[in-house]
């Protein structure tokens, strides 16, 4: 098994891609040790002394490291840990959890302008985060406002306030004219 690494804009997290199906669909994010019960592969890589944080795509997986941690030491673990879980077989996720679209619910008066929202995230800027090893997920749409959670690489990335306000903000300003702003939430 070859897995290839990539550098993210976020300096604490590396992409890594083993060259095969991580999740057959949708993103699973594991911001610490303790969110990573559900599955056995981000419990491997937690393991790993210094990872703070996973993350899976469909076929990559993002790690996240502390400050103190380098990663000229990190790495080999990790790719040891990821080539083990594979080789064993093991399931990236337990049974019985299944990952959504990434977007919250939303219903009522803006019914319209929400799917707009999330049919944009979905074509237009999803595809293009996750080439980053990140993803960005959808949390509520209030007069004008829209609010967005950044996960994996985009998760603390000292970029990403950049891409909601140049990026993402003016995309659906230019699209939908009811969006007034684009605003961070932490979840």
């Known amino acids: 098994m070859f897995i ?15 060259g095969q199906t ?58 040891g840990g990821i080539m083990e879980h594979f080789q064993s077989g093991q399931p990236v996720m337990t049974d019985g959890v299944s990952q ?19 049919e944009l995230l979905d074509s237009r800027v999803r595809p293009a985060v996750a080439q980053d090893g990140g993803d960005i997920t959808f949390h509520g749409f209030d007069r004008g406002v ?5 996960q994996g690489a985009c998760a603390g990335c000292p970029s990403s306030t950049l891409t909601l306000k140049m990026g993402i903000e003016n995309l659906l300003r230019h699209y939908i004219p009811e969006v007034t702003e684009v605003r961070p939430v932490a979840v």
Do not use: C
């Open 146 to 150: 829209v609010y967005l959670h950044m």
């Open 22 to 79: 991580v999740l057959d669909s949708g993103t699973a994010d594991f911001p610490a040790a303790e969110a990573a019960s559900t599955s056995p592969l981000a419990q491997r890589l937690f393991a790993v002394d210094g990872v703070t944080g996973v993350f899976f795509g469909t076929d990559f997986i993002t790690v996240t490291k502390g400050e103190a941690s380098d990663w000229d030491h990190l790495k080999p673990a990790i790719l």
């Open 100 to 118: 959504g679209d990434g977007h919250a619910a939303h219903d009522g008066e803006d019914g319209e302008i929400v799917g707009q929202i999330k």
């Open 4 to 18: 290839q690494t990539e550098s993210t804009p976020n300096p604490a997290t590396l992409k890594f891609l083993p």
